[in-house]
């Protein structure tokens, strides 16, 4: 009798109760991209629409015992990492992710919320950079934050070239500085990798006010992709097409008063089931 399995992967990350990032916007993606989803929680925030008015960080020590235990059992084949809020949580993952090592992983280094609220202290950057940045397949900075990884203003596609050289630097195997803020009918991402692969990926602009949660979407696609057993670019590449389509598809949907959420349905794929 043969043996099946889900192509599983986890998402280390804040919950949303807006429901459109966070937590809740990675297992959305995984299960529109076929993927079995699950998660360890490292925040809890109080928000909506309109922005984050609390955050109550979950304790490192629990964050920690979260991973390890979908790590030990469910074995997923591809990480995302997203908001972690304190220096205590970073150095709580980033001795998990050495105890279990060749499993590719994406970093979203959320710093910032969409409304302007720091998620991410200063101290607690210093040891991303120090302690998890080696450890990782992909950081995934927006603008903002590949300003405050490499110590330079990025506002174009040359600054962020060079910023995404000075942020290779620090460790990570390879870079995607996500142009989503930049103005003009056309957006651009930029890749980077150890090996000098240069890629730019453009796409149309799509005029909507629900943007909400779009970076954290972006990078639990390309960990979904990769799960899929694709490519790095290659799953950049196709990310970003589901990315720019689940914003189209949600371009006019009332969502609250503010800011609302990308619709991560818009053509979800077949769960994949794989032999053991």
């Known amino acids: 009798m043969t043996n099946y399995r889900y192509i599983s992967v986890l998402t280390i990350a804040g919950s949303d109760s807006g429901g459109g990032a966070g937590i809740q916007a990675d ?21 909506n629409t309109v922005g984050v008015s609390d955050i109550h960080p ?14 030990d059992d469910i074995k997923p084949v591809a ?15 980033a001795g998990i992710l050495r105890a279990y090592p060749g499993i590719p992983v994406i970093l979203d280094p959320v710093m910032i919320s969409s409304s302007g609220r720091p998620l991410l202290n200063d101290e607690a950057v210093n040891i991303l950079q120090q302690e998890l940045f080696p450890l990782v397949t992909l950081v995934t900075p ?37 142009g989503g803020h930049l103005a003009g009918p056309e957006l651009f991402n930029l890749y980077l990798d150890r090996s000098g692969e240069a ?28 799960a899929r057993g694709e490519s790095m670019p290659d799953a950049i590449l196709h990310a970003g097409e589901y990315m720019h389509q689940a914003i189209a598809a949600g371009r006019d949907v009332k969502t609250g008063a503010g800011h609302g959420p990308v619709n991560h349905f818009f053509d979800p794929l077949q769960q994949i089931i794989a032999e053991m």
Request: charged share 10%.
């Open 27 to 47: 297992l959305k993606t995984f299960a529109a991209l076929g993927c079995y989803g699950t998660s360890a929680i490292t925040a809890i925030t109080v928000q």
């Open 79 to 93: 990480i995302k990492i997203g908001m972690l809020h304190q220096a205590a949580t970073v150095l709580a993952i």
């Open 142 to 178: 927006n603008l903002d934050e590949a300003a405050v990884l490499s110590g330079m203003a990025v506002s174009g596609v040359e600054e962020m070239q060079t910023a995404a050289a000075k942020i290779l630097a620090s460790g990570c195997s390879g870079v995607l500085v996500k």
């Open 199 to 226: 890629r730019i990926f453009a796409s149309e602009a799509v005029t909507t006010n629900n943007t909400h949660g779009t970076g954290c979407t972006l990078s639990s696609a390309i960990t979904a992709f990769i």
């Open 58 to 71: 979950v304790p490192a020590a629990i964050v920690a015992g979260q991973i390890k235990a979908v790590l």
